[in-house]
């Protein structure tokens, strides 16, 4: 009987090594890709640069193209950092310091930040009463609301409405919520999409921008609040994410 015990375990236990070996490979097969975007972008213009620097036709879409070498390096940037965020959140030193923080500006900030990433989807917010401050890690919500609207943004049907919402709950906590008007996402994934290297569609038809791992940095800093994430189906179609962040103390006199 102990015998067959240990065979289960042991199968058990090579499943697990089997679906993270799967799993990390998913993971490296879309990293490269990404990855490999923004570098082609960088290298392919330096080359254009320096090979006919002095052309009329370069020299005349010289705006352009430093418009493109910057939105690729951001793009660069970002998926550094993702992987810089989730290495500090597996070792544990991923910090939070809080400080009061104004709900509008906050939100003008993310809003003004995906301009410059050229979202051509209009967005909005508007702030509920009494949900104009709180105390949080201001550029921990910033990277929070810049992934969530990263998110809307690549599954959001192309020239319709990105908004954002932040409204009091019973006077505990405020709600973030971001809203699009995109495909949905499937009920049986709704909580895998916070997992690490979760991605809804399959690798080989990788077409969405996106390591799979922002959603799961996104629940790390709300749960390091001392809240909660989630999303839901929006009424018309599309998906809703929302996440709380306690109101906690305001007087910092």
């Not at 973030?176 to 997992?195: C, K, Q, Y």
Request: glycine share 6%; hydrophobic share 40%; aromatic share 6%.
């Amino acid at each position: 009987m102990v015998y067959l015990l240990d065979i289960t375990e042991r199968k058990r236990y090579e499943e697990t090594l089997r679906q993270k070996a799967e799993e990390l490979k998913n993971f490296l097969t879309i990293a490269a890709h990404e990855l490999r975007h923004p570098i082609t972008i960088l290298k392919g213009y330096a080359r254009v640069i320096g090979e006919y620097r002095d052309s009329p036709m370069v020299q005349q879409n010289m705006p352009e193209i430093l418009r493109n070498l910057d939105r690729a390096a951001n793009r660069l940037d970002r998926l550094v950092d993702e992987l810089l965020d989730v290495s500090r959140i597996e070792q544990g030193r991923m910090e939070i310091n809080k400080e009061p923080v104004a709900v509008s500006e906050l939100l003008a900030r993310a809003v003004d930040e995906m301009h410059l990433q050229a979202v051509t989807n209009p967005i909005s917010f508007r702030v509920g009463p009494g949900a104009d401050e709180v105390v949080a890690d201001p550029e921990k919500l910033d990277r929070l609301l810049l992934i969530l609207l990263e998110n809307a943004a690549n599954f959001a049907a192309p020239n319709t409405s990105i908004e954002m919402a932040a409204e009091t709950l019973n006077d505990a906590e405020i709600v973030f919520s971001v809203l699009d008007r995109g495909s949905g996402i499937p009920e049986e994934a709704r909580e895998r999409v916070f997992e690490r290297f979760c991605q809804v569609a399959e690798v080989e038809y990788h077409s969405v921008p996106g390591l799979g791992i922002g959603l799961y940095i996104a629940r790390q800093i709300v749960e390091m609040h001392g809240g909660r994430i989630w999303n839901e189906p929006r009424e018309g179609g599309g998906t809703v994410f929302r996440f709380t962040v306690p109101l906690g103390e305001r007087d910092f006199g």
